[in-house]
C-alpha cells in the first residue's frame, strides 16, 4: 500500500499528521461513490495533486458509544460518517486509499470530545502495524 496522507481539520485549522510530497486538494462528499467521482474529475484536471476526503468521525470503545456523537451533526453534513473503534477506521480509511476513492482522508469530529490529533497517531500506528509482514 502507498502511504495515505491523514489530516486533522480542528479549531478552524487543517493540518497533516503525515508528510505528504503533493498538492494537497480537500474535497467533501455524502458518500464514497460521489468521492472516488470527484477524484477522477480533480485528477483528469491535474494528476499531480493528491485529493484528500473530509471523513466526519466519531471513535469510542464500541459502535453504539461512537454513534451517540452523531446525534449533535447535522443532517446536511456533506461529509461521509465513520462511527465505531479505531481498528475500524483504520481498516476504513485503507480500504479508501486501495479503492483509489481518495489518496488521503481528513478527520473530522462529530463530537466536542474527540481528540483528532491523538486518534489520527493511533490510526496511523494501525495502517503501519498493516503494512508488516506477519511471522508464520
Given at each position: 500500500m502507498t502511504a495515505?496522507?491523514?489530516?486533522?481539520?480542528?479549531?478552524g485549522e487543517w493540518d497533516e499528521l503525515t508528510d505528504g510530497d503533493r498538492h494537497?486538494?480537500?474535497?467533501?462528499?455524502?458518500?464514497?461513490?460521489?468521492?472516488?467521482?470527484?477524484?477522477?474529475?480533480?485528477?483528469?484536471?491535474?494528476?499531480?495533486?493528491?485529493v484528500i476526503l473530509d471523513v466526519t468521525v466519531?471513535?469510542?470503545?464500541?459502535?453504539r458509544s461512537a454513534r451517540s456523537a452523531f446525534a449533535a451533526v447535522s443532517d446536511a453534513d456533506e461529509t461521509v460518517r465513520y462511527?465505531?473503534?479505531?481498528?475500524?477506521l483504520a481498516g476504513l480509511i485503507a480500504d479508501i486509499e486501495m479503492a483509489?476513492?481518495?489518496?488521503g482522508?481528513?478527520?473530522?469530529?462529530?463530537?466536542?470530545?474527540?481528540d483528532l490529533r491523538a486518534l489520527g497517531r493511533d490510526v496511523l500506528a494501525r495502517l503501519a502495524a498493516r503494512d508488516q509482514p506477519q511471522a508464520s
Amino acid at each position: 500500500m502507498t502511504a495515505v496522507r491523514l489530516f486533522v481539520a480542528d479549531r478552524g485549522e487543517w493540518d497533516e499528521l503525515t508528510d505528504g510530497d503533493r498538492h494537497a486538494v480537500r474535497v467533501s462528499a455524502p458518500d464514497l461513490q460521489q468521492a472516488r467521482r470527484a477524484r477522477a474529475r480533480i485528477r483528469a484536471g491535474a494528476e499531480d495533486v493528491a485529493v484528500i476526503l473530509d471523513v466526519t468521525v466519531s471513535v469510542g470503545a464500541d459502535f453504539r458509544s461512537a454513534r451517540s456523537a452523531f446525534a449533535a451533526v447535522s443532517d446536511a453534513d456533506e461529509t461521509v460518517r465513520y462511527a465505531g473503534t479505531v481498528d475500524g477506521l483504520a481498516g476504513l480509511i485503507a480500504d479508501i486509499e486501495m479503492a483509489d476513492v481518495a489518496d488521503g482522508v481528513t478527520l473530522l469530529a462529530a463530537g466536542p470530545r474527540q481528540d483528532l490529533r491523538a486518534l489520527g497517531r493511533d490510526v496511523l500506528a494501525r495502517l503501519a502495524a498493516r503494512d508488516q509482514p506477519q511471522a508464520s
